[in-house]
C-alpha cells in the first residue's frame, strides 16, 4: 500500500518532467523558423499559402506546368502559365528574403536583450504585413491561372493532385 501511496504521488512530478514541444528548437538560428520554413520561404515556395484556392479549384500555376502534358495544355496556357509562375516566383522570394531578414532581427533582438514595446510591435506588423503579401503572391498567381483553364482542365488537375474525384468545378 506505501509503494502504490509511493507511485501516485510521483506521478505528478514526472507529467511536470516533461520536456516542452520547443526542446531543441533554441538551437536553431531563427527560433521561430524551421530550417525547412526559412528554405521554403528564400525559395518562393508555396508553404501552404495558396491552401483556399489550391482545395478549392484553383489551380497553382507550378503543378499546372508539371501536369501540363497530362492536362493538354495548349501552346499559349504554357507561355502564359510560365509566365504567371515566375511573376509569381520572383515576388515570393523577393518577400521570402524579407521576411527571414526581419525574424532574424526580431529573434536577434529578443536574444540580445535589446528589445522594447514599440521595436516589437515594429517589426511583428511589419512582418505580418509581408506575409500577407506573400499569400496574395501565391492566391493570386492561382486566381490568374484559374482564368486560362478550362472547367474540364480544372476538373482533371483536381483528380489527378488527388483533390476532388466526382465534385464538379464551377464555372469563372
Known sequence: MRRLLALLLALPGLVLAEP?????EQHRPIKALSAQRVEGLLAGAGLGYAKAAELN???????VLELAEQLSLS???VEQTRAIEARMSG?????GQQIVALETELDRAFA????????LESLVSRIARLT???????????LEQRAILTDKQVSLYDRLR???QGHATHAH
Open 91 to 95: 515576388r515570393a522570394r523577393e518577400i
Open 75 to 77: 501552346e499559349s496556357q
Open 112 to 119: 540580445n536583450g535589446n528589445i522594447g514595446p514599440d521595436r
Open 132 to 142: 500577407g503579401e506573400l499569400r496574395m503572391a501565391h492566391l493570386g498567381a492561382h
Open 57 to 63: 479549384h484553383y489551380p497553382g500555376p507550378r503543378h
Open 162 to 164: 488527388g483533390y476532388a
Open 20 to 24: 516542452s514541444p520547443y526542446a531543441g
